[in-house]
């Protein structure tokens, strides 16, 4: 039986599901005028986004059932068949359907493709968003690929970023190249940084963070730091960190993930004091440190408008290509409105000598 491994950096925890039941996705009645056919010519006429090869590679598995039988590719439908379609995963709550969404496709092969993520783009359907998400997008692009199902689980997101952080983002087209990427997020050998800006001036020049996270019993839509046998969902979690540069009042750090958590970097900078800037769901989106003046309330203000969602981006993604085994390494730019953001703050910086 196949491991299924499953890393996230913002949205699952690490593990692995192992798939045991069989759904039915797809039921079919034969209409009572339809001439014996094969049932993978029959499917694939009336199912046009899926190719031949996978249909007879379903049937091989023992996966299409005729009346409740499983057939062969070369089974004859007959009028009033009923065929079902069975996967060994169920059918996903949101149907993830083609759109012509603009995407920033840095690297991409057979296998694999990388996007530069702009903020503001959800990455999944969800409740609440329920289209016009970067799997819709990803859907667009692949849609004269026949091999690519955009609702099978088994091929997609290799791991995820939040809605409004920024960055490098992997995606597997086929199931063989989710497998190997999933393993190798899940033995923790890939290489991911993060800059971000963050609210204080970081003590140290580096550092490690650890604490178990888990939802907060207070509020379901946060995430915090749990002590030691506090809570037996919190999951084990690391963040190195580094300072890039100080500002005074806010400091750029790298954070290299180590575990990969929902809101690692955003819970994990928060229990050391130092708060994501404009972090709304954290409380970065007030004035947190700085002086009471005017002229700075309203400078903090328009650095809130400058960059109108947290300081976060994912610049950095390495790992092995899964068919070469080739080292793969990728950078991306901060985007602009971070640029800005920083460039005000050490404007700022400099003129008030704040450092």
């Not at 952080?165 to 087209?173: D, E, M, Q, V």
């Not at 995430?223 to 580094?242: D, L, S």
């Not at 750090?253 to 575990?259: A, I, P, Q, S, Y």
């Not at 991306?332 to 008030?352: G, H, I, M, V």
């Amino acid at each position: 039986m196949t491991k299924d491994y499953l890393e996230d950096v913002e949205d699952e925890d690490d593990g692995y599901v192992e798939q045991k039941e069989m759904y039915e996705h797809y039921r079919f009645e034969v209409d009572k005028g339809q001439t014996m056919l094969r049932i993978d010519k029959y499917l694939v006429n009336l199912m046009s986004d899926i190719s031949r090869n996978r249909i007879q590679e379903a049937a091989d598995a023992g996966n299409i059932l005729v009346n409740g039988n499983p057939v062969k590719s070369s089974y004859k439908v007959k009028p009033f068949d009923i065929i079902s379609i069975l996967l060994d995963y169920p059918p996903s709550k949101f149907e993830i359907t083609p759109e012509d969404i603009p995407i920033n496709i840095v690297y991409e092969d057979d296998d694999i493709i990388l996007v530069n993520k702009q903020a503001g783009l959800v990455v999944h359907p969800g409740y609440g968003n329920f289209d016009g998400t970067l799997l819709n997008a990803i859907a667009y692009h692949l849609k004269g690929n026949k091999d690519f199902d955009p609702n099978d689980p088994r091929v997609g997101l290799v791991h995820r970023i939040d809605k409004d952080t920024s960055g490098l983002l992997l995606i597997a087209k086929t199931m063989e190249a989710k497998t190997n990427l999933g393993k190798q997020f899940y033995e923790k050998t890939t290489q991911r940084c993060y800059q971000a800006l963050v609210w204080g001036n970081v003590k140290e020049d580096e550092g490690t963070i650890r604490g178990a996270l888990a939802r907060d019993p207070r509020d379901r839509m946060l995430f915090r730091v749990f002590e030691e046998g506090e809570n037996p969902y919190a999951k084990h979690a690391v963040t190195h960190y580094k300072v890039l540069e100080r500002f005074g009042y806010v400091t750029l750090v790298e954070c290299r993930l180590e575990t990969g958590r929902t809101h690692q970097i955003r819970i994990h900078m928060k229990y050391i004091g130092h708060t994501l800037f404009n972090d709304e769901r954290y409380g970065g989106n007030v004035i947190l440190r700085g002086v009471s003046t005017a002229y700075y309330k309203l400078f903090v203000k328009n650095c809130f408008l400058t960059c109108p969602r947290q300081a976060l981006h994912a610049k950095t993604l390495g790992f092995t290509h899964p068919r070469t085994g080739e080292q793969m390494f990728f950078e991306s730019e901060l985007p602009n409105d971070f640029k800005q953001l920083l460039e005000r703050w050490r404007n700022y910086a400099n003129s008030k000598n704040t450092i």
